[in-house]
């Protein structure tokens, strides 16, 4: 079955600086959606990838979609402590009508 | 607030036993996902429905068993709990059922089984 893997499933950085998880596919994505979830919290839909090669900014978060569509990756630039939380990535191979999740990458950041 | 509403927030109850979790979707949406996630864990897909039916099945026990009711709100059912049956249950809903929806999850039940 599909698989989804995220990478690193932990990161401590100080305040300022800059974070990158990486979502890797097993199989082409049709899209890819990232969601964030605070601790103690529920996740959260942050946005949605279907072009080969897209790329999205949201304030300090830039999302990429690979070319080949299997992999995506989230950077956060000069990160802030209200950027802590867990990442997840969500793909869609069109072999099934479901997201498969990502393990998700914890991030912690110090202030 | 998503609009998605779980009840109850906390459960906790021994092994052997069997409890019923609910989820209401937000207001017109019309699928609903049930989620487990176990301590420090990824979120693993259950099941799906879609304006009452069944669409899409995940990694769900055979102690386990959902149903979407005529008004959209949705049960979980675990029965035979075990231990590593702990975790924290998210529904989450979507307009249409589709894998590009934006799925907006509820707070979550935290399940404790002692």
């Known amino acids: 079955g599909q698989q989804v893997m995220q990478i690193p499933q932990y990161q401590h950085v100080q305040e300022g600086e800059d974070f990158t998880t990486y979502c890797n596919s097993s199989?082409?994505?049709?899209?890819i959606q990232w969601y964030k979830q605070r601790p103690g919290g529920h996740p959260v839909f942050l946005i949605q990838?279907?072009?080969?090669?897209e790329v999205k900014k949201q304030k300090r978060l830039t999302f990429q979609f690979g070319e080949a569509k299997k992999n995506s990756s989230l950077h956060i630039t000069a990160t802030q402590t209200t950027d802590v939380g867990t990442y997840f990535c969500a793909g869609n191979n069109n072999a099934g009508n479901m997201l498969t999740f990502g393990g998700g990458t914890r991030l912690m950041v110090k202030p | 607030d998503s609009g998605v509403t779980q009840t109850p927030k906390h459960l906790i109850t021994a092994t052997g036993q069997r409890v019923t979790l609910r989820c209401s979707p937000r207001?017109?949406?019309?699928?609903v996902y049930w989620y487990q996630q176990s301590l420090d864990q990824g979120l693993q897909f259950l099941i799906q429905?879609?304006?009452?039916?069944?669409?899409a099945k995940g990694n769900i026990l055979e102690r386990f068993s959902a149903q979407q009711f005529p008004d959209l709100h949705s049960e979980l059912n675990l029965s035979s709990l075990e231990l590593g049956d702990s975790a924290l249950y998210f529904c989450?809903?979507?307009?249409?059922?589709?894998?590009?929806?934006?799925?907006?999850f509820g707070p979550g039940t935290r399940l404790t089984v002692l």
């Open positions: 429905y879609y304006n009452g039916e069944e669409r």
């Open positions: 199989t082409t994505l049709s899209n």
């Open positions: 990838l279907v072009k080969s090669g």
């Open positions: 989450a809903s979507t307009l249409g059922g589709g894998p590009t929806d934006t799925q907006y």
């Open positions: 207001s017109g949406d019309l699928s």
